[in-house]
Structures are given as C-alpha cells and as structure tokens.
C-alpha cells in the first residue's frame, strides 16, 4: 500500500508541475509495489495484484512521459526531422486520397445528373454522407448545367466552383485551400466534387479541414502555396497532375520545440491522469478497512488536491483558483475542490467519532461549543472567496461553490455532535431537532430580507443561526441526525453562497461603472502599441477579412476589448471595416486622424473622450501605403458586442451578473464613488460621471431573483446536500468498516416494512404527479419559447422577403448594398439567396471567411422551390 500511495502521490506532482524527478520516484514506487506484491505469495489477492499492476502502469506512463519531454529537450533537431520525415512519406498517400475522393463526388454527381432535380439532390446526399477519413474530411458535390447554373449539390461549399475545363484544379484563396475533380454530364453540364485542404486560422469552423486532420494523426502541419511562390527548401514538395501540371506546393510545417514538449506533456498527462485515478480505485478496493483504507484516501485527498491543477484533467475549472481562493489554509482553501476534498475528509473522521460514541468527558461540550460558535464565522469567511466570473454564474459552478461550504460547515457541526453524542444512541427523535430545522428555515428566509448592499448582513445576524447548531448537537438516532445536521448546514452553506455571489456581482458592476467617464486605462493604450508592432511585419489588409485575421492574431482579442478595425487608402479613403463592437467613434473622427499629418510620422495611439468612457485608436501606416486605424473602448457592458461578434463568438451561455445603463446628460456634478441601496429585490447603484455632452448618470442593477425562486433553488439545494452528506456517510464507513451493501435483506426489509411501503406509497401518490407535472411545465415553457423564437424568425423574415422582391439583380454589386440597409432596417443579418445560390449577405466578411454557405442547404431548397411549399 505504501508503494502505491506513493506512486499516487508522485504522479499528482508530475501533473501539478511537470517535473521530471516526479516521474522517476512514482516509476520507482510503482515497480517496488509490483516486486511487493510478487514477493508476498501467502497474502496475495486478485484485487491486490491488480492494484499493483495498476500502479506499475502508472510508472510506466509517468516515466514514458518523462522520456518523451527529455527527449524533445536534449534532441529536437534529430526528432524534428524524423517528424517531417515520417509526415512527408504520409502526405503523398493522404493527398491521393483526397483526389480519388474529389474524383468519386464528380462521379457521384454525374450520374446524380441522370435523376429528376428531386432525386439528384438525395443521391448527392448519400455521396457526401459516405465521406472518408475519421473524422469525415469537408467536402461537397454541385452538379451544374450546360450554362453554368448550379442545378443540385450537397455537403459544405467554402465557395461556389468556377466554371472551368480542368478534370483537377486547387483553388487557393487567402483563407481557403480546396481540391476539385470534374466530370461531363449526359446533358453538357459539370459535376464537380471538392475537398477542402486547408483552412485558416480565422477560420472558426476547421476541424474537418485535411491539414488538421493530418495534423492531429501525425504531429505536423501543412502549409500550401500556389505553383511556383513556394519558398525554397526540403521540406516543401509540389503536387502535380498526371499530365504534369502543378496544382499547387505543400511543405510539412513540424511544430515549435515548445509546442510540441506542450502537447507530449498534455497526451501524456491525459494518460497519467486516468492510470491515476485508476490505481486509486485499485488500491481503495484492496486496502484492509481501517487504517489502510484511510492512508488510501488521504493520498487520494492530496492527489485530487494537487493533480486536477493541470489543464490536462476535466476538473481543471473545479480547482482552480479564479472563481474561488481564500489563504485561511493554503493549498486547501486554494479552490472549492480542495476545501470540499478537505471538508471531506474531516466529514469521514467526524462519522467515526460519531459512530464509535465517545464516552461524554468535561471537556466534550466546551470543545463542541466552541466549534458551534465558531461554524458561522468559518463558513461566512470561507463564502468570501467566492469570485463570480464577469461573463456570469453558471448552475455547475454556484453548485461547487455551494457543496464546497456546505461539506465544510457539516464536518465542523458533525464533529460537535459527535463529541456531545455519548456511547449509546437514543432511539426517539428529540423535540429540538425539528425545532432546530425549523428554526434554520427561518433565519435563511431572515436573512434574504436582512441582506444589504453596504455590508451584507448585520454583525448580529451571525448569532441568530446558535440555536438552530446547538439543537442538532443533541443526541438522536443516526438518519435523523444525518438530516438534521444536512439540513441546518445546506441552508447556511446555500444562503452564503448567494449573498457571496451576489457580491461578487456589486464588485463587477461596480468596477464596470468606475472605468467609465475620463478614466484612462493605460493595458488598452499597451495593447495597441504591441498590436502595431505586430501588424507592422504583415501585408497590408485589404477586406474585412484581413481586419478579422489581424484582430484575432492581436493580444485585444485575448484581452476581449470591443474593437472597431478599417483600413484606409493613402488618399484617405475608407477601404475594409470590421465592427466588433458598437464604439462612440465616428467615421468621420477616425477620418481626420488618418489624414492628419502626424501619420506620416509613424504609428501612434490617440486618446479620445468618448461615451461611455475613454476610447484609445491606433492610427498605423501599413504596407503598400495604406493607413490602419483600430478603435479601442472601455471593457463595460455599456459598450455591446455587435451581431457579427456574437455570431463569430456566441453569446455567453451564463446569465449575465448585472445590467448597466447611461441617462441623458444633466446639470448635476460628477461624483467618483458608486452609491447603492436596496429596492425590493434588487440592488441598485447610482454615480455620475462627466463625459462628452455633460454629466450622465450611471444606473446599475442586480437581480436578486426573487424570494419564491430563491427558496425552492434552496429547498432543491437542501434536499441535495442530505443526499450528499448521506454520500460521504456511506463512503466514511467502508473506509473505517468496510461495509457492503448486502442486497437480500434491503429487499427483504422493503417488503416487510411498513413505514417503508407507506412512504413509497405516499412518494408515487403525492411525488411523482408533482415531478410530472414540473416536468410538463418546463418543457411548455421550453415550446413557448421556441415557438415565440420561430414567430419572430418569420415575421422578420416576411418582412425581409417583401423588401428583397423589389431588388434589382440585373446590378449584382448593387444587392450586397441593398441587402446590408435592409438589415439596418430590420436589425437582424440577411443572408439573400437567389435559384438556391448565395447572392448578397448583410456581413460580407462571413462570406469571406466561409461561414456563410454560397447554396442553399438542400432540404430548405427542395421544400420552398421543388416542392412547392
């Protein structure tokens, strides 16, 4: 057991730092552990050797893993070129492969051609779903007529195949590199199938993308160039035809000596991470109960404690200190995981003192009274290291945070209790059990109304749950204490984590309205200094997506500033916008910096009073002569996302901590603190700042939610937490006990209990309607929102179809012009389609970067214009 918990431990530093000497001490222990087992013939077990084997596989991986990084370290230009090596031999296979693909979609389509348009569209279909590769490579098949007019296709298009005589051509765009194969159809038409090859980094949507895929299965990138602009050197090879046409150059990027120790550290670290926990569950299993099962679980505790640290491991965001730190205990208040695996432990050795009944000395009830008296303050500090993230509180991370507090204040109350118990545990339920319940209930429902946004609670509040601790120290039968004490300590736990996470929400509100009026904020000023560096080394940008890719390569989009980018030409002239964000910047602002005459002293960062706050513009000289200006606010709520950053990035999934509003200027004075003040349930707060205009009033709110969904959360979350401290009570026993769960005589008590059949009576008659009927109601409300959606889709939709009906397609450069003032009007993005295929799109740069199909997707089509509906 030594050897193995060692191993565990040693593993769970290697994951924490990656030190290599960890490695090597948890392969040393899990070989000893291996050589212990084999040596002890007479007291070997079946679940003692597989333990052992799983401890030697753990120094196995570790080791591996520590050899992998050594190597990369010590000898990467020899490891480098085996690399490019084995991936160039790979690429000409993988290449064929994408041509016979290519080739088998034209195919596909032309004989697609020989069924009615219905029909075509469903055999196109089947062709595409065959697909090839794991994950299945982009790709999609068109079948054109004679005169060159899309006729049916499927699958994903980046864009619509020109009209060429080629039978294979690579077309390479500056986000998009994609392979087509041709076939003539019976009816003079073409039937085109593509592969996309490559995709940019901009690109949002490029897993199916042969290079990534390639460069998951072999550890080395592709980078492809037109024939003949490919730069000299032994890694790059040309791809001809045939006939002996180059198509295009590829070169075998390898990865950075950094990237690659990075991604051999993550592999291996997913393997460590899952041989850990195995050899833990092995070990847990084969330890004697008592005092082995505990030296298990405490080396479990430091592993659960240190190991998830790792981004490799999916508690990573459970123990991790950005959301939740306090110093009270070092490593163990660092994270809710380490207090709840703290909190844990101590639960465990409280239930063994509780069950073993310590006989009552004169020092018991001091020392339960002083942990009474000292529970409230514990968790209530604790609750202070809850830091709410500024993009919202989902439910899984207010739950840790509850559990976390809610284990911690039941360990301190157990521990009390079970000093009070005495040896012997009494058969009847004591009045001040229920009445403690009763009266926690009551100090939780206070306490929502006693919450203040200046100081929280009152320093009395805290006294007022003691009697609600002290009535679940008496004695009383083991599942009612259980209960009891779960049920005082989750409505504490719960009603500290709201008021902590509503705090948390006044801190971002107001940190949100303190950078606002003429507060400077010298990291946006940083950043566009280190972004013109950047930009400076790059060819000019000349769209929309050129401003995307430049901004996505910045550190403002790391930092998440709202940004607006354009390029200007070196009359001065706009060229390419990208709006991120709606800024206080007008075209005709940004217009005078780029012709001042300061341009053409060199890039420079202008500040510029602005509502809601100080905007920041870098005005750089590019290449080829053009001008760069990148727009900058502050980081508040006040300054939204536009629809094309929401579509780029999606909307936050969490609801958000607060909302945030600007009055109209007024003649009051500024005022440099935030003021807030409770109104029924919401927190409000009020400053005025001095902008632009005059003197504005910022108004801010904090959804306190209500006391009816505030206490069923709380009654949902109680309920939990019983299940939860029932949980580690089960658990506490096989590790002390080694209990098991004996199936015959739980039925056999199920069918001769009374109480029993009538509680399971009372459950189906009284619950499972209830639960029914809850389930109807949410899933109702879940209609009546989709429905309301989908009204709202075609309402705007008609509207958009009515205006579009009066558009002039005989001037195609005129329909994206009139199809972006649409979407003003209509305030929504409008992508036009036109016989299926893509005409006009209210955001050009989605066109660009590919998101935006350039045909119709097939069922839409068939069901509007084939099938009349």
Known sequence: MIPGCLAGIAAAEWLHGGEAVWAWVGGGAGLAAAVLWFLTRRSRSLAQGLASLACLGLGSVLVSGALAVRQIECCWPALRERLVTRASRQLATTLAAAVTEARRLAERGAVASLQPRLGAFDRLEEAVARGWGRPHIEGGAVVFTADGEPWAWAGRHRFVPAVDTSELRAVITPFYVSLEARRQTQAGGTAVGTVLLDAAPAAPDRDRALSSVFARAHGAGLRFFPPRLAPAGLDVSDFTTPQGDTLFSVQVVPPKQGDAQLSTLTQFAGLAAAALAAALLLLLAAAPPGRWRWTVALAGAWCLTRAPLSPATSLAAFFSPATFYRPLLGVFTSSAGSLTVLAALMLFAAGVLWRRGLARQWWSPVL??????????????????????????????????????????????????????????????????????????????????????????????????????????????????????????????????????????????????????????????????????????????????????????????????????????????????????????????????????????????????????????????????????????????????????????????????????????????????????RAGWAARGERRVDLPGGVRHVHLRVDLQGPWPLLVRGALVVVVDVALLAGCWLLGVVLAEGWRPQITPILSAVRSSYRLRLAAALAGFFGLPVLAFALWSFARVSNEVRDDRDLLIRQTLKDAAGAAGALSFERPAAVPVAVAELSTQLDADLWLYRDGVLAGTSTPVLGELGLVDPFLPPPAFERLALEDE
């Open 368 to 677: 339960a009274g002083a942990l009474v008296l000292v529970a409230p303050f514990v968790v209530r500090n604790l609750g202070r290291g809850i830091t709410p993230p500024a993009r919202g509180v989902s439910i899984a991370l207010w739950l840790s945070w509850e559990a976390a507090l809610a284990v911690a204040s039941m360990a301190l109350i157990l521990l009390a209790a079970a000093l009070v118990r005495g040896s012997a545990e009494p058969r009847r339920v004591p009045w001040p059990l229920p009445a403690a319940c009763g009266w926690a209930v009551l100090a939780a429902v206070a306490g929502l109304w006693l919450w203040e946004p200046n100081g929280a609670w009152p320093d009395w509040y805290t006294y007022v749950w003691l009697p609600a601790l002290a009535g679940v120290l008496v004695p009383a039968p083991r599942r009612w204490a259980v209960v009891a004490i779960a049920t005082v300590a989750g409505t504490a736990a719960a009603l500290v984590t709201w008021g902590a996470t509503v705090e948390g929400r006044l801190a971002l509100a107001d940190r949100d309205a303190r950078g606002l009026g003429g507060e400077s904020d010298p990291l946006a000023a940083a950043l566009l200094e280190r972004m013109d560096a950047g930009a400076a080394s790059l060819p000019a940008p000349r769209t929309a997506g050129d401003l995307y890719t430049l901004w996505l390569r910045s550190p403002l989009a790391v930092a998440d500033y709202p940004t607006v980018l354009s390029e200007w030409t070196p009359a001065g002239e706009p060229r390419a916008e990208l709006r991120l964000a709606s800024l206080d910047l007008a075209p005709a602002l940004v217009a005078a910096l780029v012709r001042s005459p300061a341009t053409r002293g060199g890039p420079r960062v202008e500040r510029v009073p602005a509502v809601p706050g100080v905007h920041y513009v870098l005005i750089a000289p590019v290449q080829g002569g053009g001008v760069l200006a990148v727009g900058v606010g502050p980081r508040s709520r006040l300054v939204p996302s536009s629809r094309l950053a929401r579509f780029l990035h999606g909307d936050p999934a969490a609801v958000p901590p607060y909302t945030i509003s600007l009055s109209l200027p007024s003649p009051a004075a500024a005022t440099a603190q935030v003021a807030w003040e």
